[in-house]
């Protein structure tokens, strides 16, 4: 082998790497809350872009720009967004949504006016959803959650992308979408096509109890981590209590009021199989 075909071929490889190193690089692991529903992955990234970069990062992540597509994944989508991402929305500010508080999901009518299309790998290959501003209609029977009649308005000729409200704005409430200029930069949702391995994806497992200590009732944070039994045990590791998989489906808290003040472990059995026991006070 030459020099010259050496430093192509090194030249090459340092590339290679460079672009596998890159991977999913767009976005920081600390700034991701990732949730399961409906058999998919959602990644609710913290960090500003616009929409155009937003769905580059999903794409890179293996992932589009979420297609809400009914009113229970939008409701799935908005309950993890207002209770369980820790948002601080005045970081993700639009400043033509209102002054309201949004992400990005993956609609834009980009390429023409009024014809608002789900296209959240931006790759052109769309579904139009929408047709016209306010007054419109939805194409196809698709669904859509604009405020009737307000939105989208294509304020100043220049709103172009998708957002998802995190607080209400003059002319909507937390959770309906509006069009915004799409060179906001925004916090944004990535949708995966199933359920990720989280340490594939650098994600780490997360079960957090809040508060501790506690007065009245726990509640239990999980990312990604489906729970099949939560057993309750006091100082001398005797059980009082045991909640059941069908239980934490309804609801991730446990009572607290009646129990005795002191020092209690919650056990937590996986349905990987893996347990977790946390020390709580009350």
């Not at 194409?139 to 307000?150: K, Q, R, T």
């Not at 209590?241 to 209690?264: A, H, M, P, V």
Request: proline share 2%.
């Amino acid at each position: 082998m030459n020099k010259t075909t050496l430093i192509t071929y090194a030249t090459a490889l340092v590339l290679a790497m460079s672009s596998y190193l890159s991977y999913g690089q767009c976005a920081t692991t600390s700034n991701i809350y990732a949730f399961n529903y409906n058999s998919k992955t959602y990644e609710v990234v913290k960090e500003n872009k616009s929409w155009v970069d937003a769905a580059s990062c999903a794409v890179e992540r293996g992932g589009i720009l979420t297609e809400i597509n009914d009113l229970a994944e939008q409701n799935a989508i908005f309950d993890a967004l207002d209770n369980n991402a820790n948002i601080t929305t005045n970081n993700t500010i639009a400043a033509d949504g209102g002054g309201g508080a949004y992400v990005w999901i993956g609609g834009n009518d980009i390429s023409t006016e009024g014809n608002w299309v789900w296209d959240g790998n931006n790759d052109g290959t769309s579904t139009q959803f929408w047709d016209g501003d306010s007054s419109g209609n939805t194409v196809g029977g698709l669904w859509s959650n604009w405020p009737s009649e307000i939105e989208p308005d294509n304020f100043n000729n220049n709103q172009d992308g998708l957002a998802l409200s995190l607080t209400n704005w003059p002319y909507g409430s937390a959770g309906q979408w509006n069009d915004v200029n799409h060179t906001n930069v925004l916090y944004y949702v990535i949708e995966h096509p199933g359920i990720l391995s989280t340490k594939k994806h650098g994600l780490k497992t997360r079960i957090e109890l809040k508060p501790n200590p506690v007065v009245d009732f726990l509640t239990i944070e999980t990312n990604g981590t489906e729970l099949r039994e939560v057993v309750v045990l006091n100082a001398l590791a005797q059980t009082i209590l045991t909640i059941s998989s069908e239980d934490l489906s309804k609801s991730k808290t446990i009572d607290f009021r009646n129990f005795n003040r002191g020092i209690y472990f919650i056990k937590m059995h996986q349905k990987n199989g893996k347990s977790i026991t946390k020390k709580i006070i009350k």
